[in-house]
Nanobody, 122 residues
Framework: QVQLVESGGGLVQAGGSLRLSCAAS????????MGWYRQAPGKQRELVAD???????NYADSVKGRFTISRDNAKNTMYLQMNSLKPEDTAVYIC????????????????WGRGTQVTVSS
């Protein structure tokens, strides 16, 4: 089993910054892809930023130039640096990872964290 635990959320004024962390632990052979999603009340979950299995990064248009995704492979931890926050960034931010639990190619599973609340006041 693999656990993803997010931290770093909170209440911040518009224009402020936050840094989110997602720590993965458990039966990890390799983390093949990892990303941040967010879900605001009454809205669908949307991709914020991610690392693909090919090693590239993607960002939602709404956060390009303001958010930066990074990872520390040695710590199995991913980060999201969020700058110039806007009230519309208010949401629960959720970590996702595609994890191989062994060297067998078929043993890759998708995991989700519980999320961390980010609230941006105007």
């Amino acid at each position: 089993q693999v656990q993803l635990v997010e931290s770093g959320g909170g209440l911040v004024q518009a224009g402020g910054s936050l840094r989110l962390s997602c720590a993965a632990s458990g039966s990890i052979f390799s983390i093949n892809a990892m990303g941040w999603y967010r879900q605001a009340p009454g809205k669908q979950r949307e991709l914020v930023a991610d690392f693909t299995s090919g090693g590239s990064t993607n960002y939602a248009d709404s956060v390009k130039g303001r958010f930066t995704i990074s990872r520390d492979n040695a710590k199995n931890t991913m980060y999201l640096q969020m700058n110039s926050l806007k009230p519309e960034d208010t949401a629960v931010y959720i970590c996702n990872a595609a994890v191989s639990t062994s060297s067998m190619w078929w043993e890759e599973y998708d995991y989700w964290g519980r999320g961390t609340q980010v609230t941006v006041s105007s």
